[in-house]
């Protein structure tokens, strides 16, 4: 029995399945860990996305921003960007089906056993893992219920870029959502920073990454996507320990999965054609 956390796959079924040939993945036995971003801007969203509803207790997908825009779009009248993939979605004959099983997705996946993390983005420096869960699950029973649509409707909010505990409940739950699905940057003070994609070395000297913010000890290890010009890269010397785990498969890069459960955390990869040009994320 293996436990597999694989990168974003943004609409590129035909890459995952290939990976999952590689690791002779069997549903009766292993599991999958998707970090989010399971569709938009690849060219087999719908595909994809049925394909991992399908896994069912073989897998856990954590949301991710390209996901939430896909249900902001269907749910909120949202217009789609041109760069979007997500028409086939929208219109398919079991879309009620599948809006309604990705809503009701975490925003973080923990397991103590393997003392690891799951997340689209990344952890705020300030929390542990208990007010990470706590956070993921207050958008999650959102998200699930009646009141999604006024959720995905204010979601597009850069602001409040900074937690505090006296925030009101659309705050607290837009600084969720920003932090678990889009964060890259943080300023010294601890405010996120949305507007810079690229590597830390091109990045101005103000802005840390988030995962090199002087925290306590998390006590798991954090795998993450999101953040393609990072590339597969483990962050063991950092101030958590961390894996990112997109390395540009939508790019025409590759898509990279790691046994969990293995002290070696082994990696696997296979090419992906490109879906995209960088920079369009």
């Known amino acids: 029995m293996s436990t597999y956390v694989i990168g974003d796959l943004q609409g590129c079924l035909d890459p995952l399945k290939r990976l999952l040939e590689q690791i002779q993945f069997d ?50 009248g949202k217009k789609s960007k041109g760069k979007d993939t997500l028409g086939d979605i929208l219109h398919a004959p079991d879309r009620d089906e599948l809006l309604d099983w990705l809503r009701q997705r975490p925003l973080v996946h923990h397991d103590a ?41 204010i979601m597009y909010n850069d602001q409040p870029d900074m937690w505090r505990d006296d925030h009101s409940e659309s705050e607290r739950l837009i600084y969720s959502i920003n932090a678990f699905t889009r964060m890259r ?33 998390l006590g798991a290890r954090i795998f993450f996507g999101h953040w393609s010009t990072l590339g597969l890269i483990r962050l063991p010397n950092h101030a958590v320990e961390a894996l990112a785990m997109d390395s540009g498969c939508l790019w025409g890069g590759r898509l990279t999965t790691i046994r969990v459960d293995d002290p070696e955390l082994p990696m696997y990869s296979e090419p992906c054609e490109e879906a995209a040009k960088p920079g369009l994320e």
């Open 185 to 217: 940057y943080v300023k010294s003070d601890g405010r996120m920073e949305f507007k810079n994609k690229g590597t830390p070395k091109l990045a101005p000297a103000n802005l840390i990454p988030w995962f090199d913010m002087p925290r306590q000890p």
């Open 113 to 153: 056993k393997l003392t690891a993390l799951l997340v689209h983005a990344g952890i705020p420096p300030a929390w542990s893992i208990q007010d990470s869960l706590a956070h993921a699950h207050e958008v999650q029973k959102v998200l699930s219920g009646d009141s999604a649509v006024e959720l995905l409707s």
């Open 27 to 76: 549903p009766a036995r292993d599991t999958l860990w998707f970090v989010g971003d399971i569709v938009n801007r690849g060219p087999q969203s719908l595909a994809t996305l049925r394909y991992v509803r399908e896994l069912a207790d073989s897998s856990i997908t954590v949301l991710g921003n390209h996901d939430l825009h896909l249900l902001a779009v269907a749910y909120t």
